[in-house]
């Protein structure tokens, strides 16, 4: 989803630019302003409450604010996300909106500051009062919102700041300059949202095969557990002492090895297009701990590719595989394999349970050609990629 603040000093033009995204970007469109100033025509009591306090150019408080924000979000299922305009306008109100969004499962992308010097924003709220007759556009009550905006509302951008989600735009120019730089940052942001996809299925059901190919075909990092885990024990690190018994039996090596190695991959890498993890999870520990270590990067797990393959076949490619340079010693005889089979068969179970209540399991049939594999798999990965960055 993309979920936009339009932050700015009233007549910065929010209103007129959040028109036009709300429009082009397809977002519901939610103002805190035009709503009180329904909610007063309508003589609603949240418009009796609020009507001195806009009338005299200071804030509604909190309560009401997160009460109408509640009662007028009304998603339309098609739309890509929220457009939200004169809202957070206190620092508690970033908060509330971090609240708002997570009971929706969702969070704010960026918040887009216009940037209009003091001046300027006298001379158009003057102009607006003979056009729009709005009862705050007056000369003394225009200070008293700057004033409210000086000592209250700037302090939203430093929430933001620190999140990195902070963009200044310069506001003066034409209504279409303007826009122009807006959605240049827009499609900045959306170029930057990373695509996570994990790898699933049996041992054998050629994910690595396939996860790298696509990592390398979308540009995207390939990050292996196993093999990261292989490098550190043929290495001989201190990691690779400790998972080396583990690694040989064929077990899962402590969770606290495999977050390591994530996390130092995961730190590497910056300006890329998302993850492909193959090996991990392989517990629903571990699906906790990923979702856990996207989220530093405010983040999560998109999709979660289940090569579902029978047994047979996963047992026929490891037998071959023991018989390469490539064999690992846990592919070494059947009756390890089978274990191995058996113990992952457990496990997957509750991993697949996990990400299909997010709706994010996708299945292939892993016995397919895995030529037919690559491009059904690619095809779910260019629409995802199509699906975030709209
Ligand atoms: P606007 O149309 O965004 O300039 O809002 C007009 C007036 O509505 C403001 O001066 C405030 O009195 C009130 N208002 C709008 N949004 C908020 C908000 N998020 N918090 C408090 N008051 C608000």
Redesign the pocket.
Known sequence: MLNIALFGP?GAGKGTQAKKLAEKYNLTYI????I?RKEIADKTPFGLQAKE??EQ????CDET?VQIIENSINMNPDSNGILF?????TYA?AYILDGLLIKMNTKLSCLISLEVPKDELIGRMMARASKENRA?DKKEIIEN?LHEYDTKTVQVIDYYKDQGKYYAIDGIGTVDEVFERVTDRIEEILSQTLLNVVFFGPPGAGKGTQAKRLAKKFNMVYISTGEMIRKEVAEQTELGKIAKPYLETGDIVPDDIAIRLIERKIAQHKNIKGFIFKGFPSTLVQAYILGGLLKKLDSSVSLVMNMNTSTLLSLKRLTARSKTPNARSYDMDAETIIHRLEVLQDRSCKILDFYEQQDKLVNFNGNDDPEKLHEQIADTIEKAFKEIRK
């Open positions: 009233p103002s805190t302003g035009d009180l306090v806009i150019g200071g804030l509604v604010i305009d004169g809202f957070p306008r109100q705050d919102r």
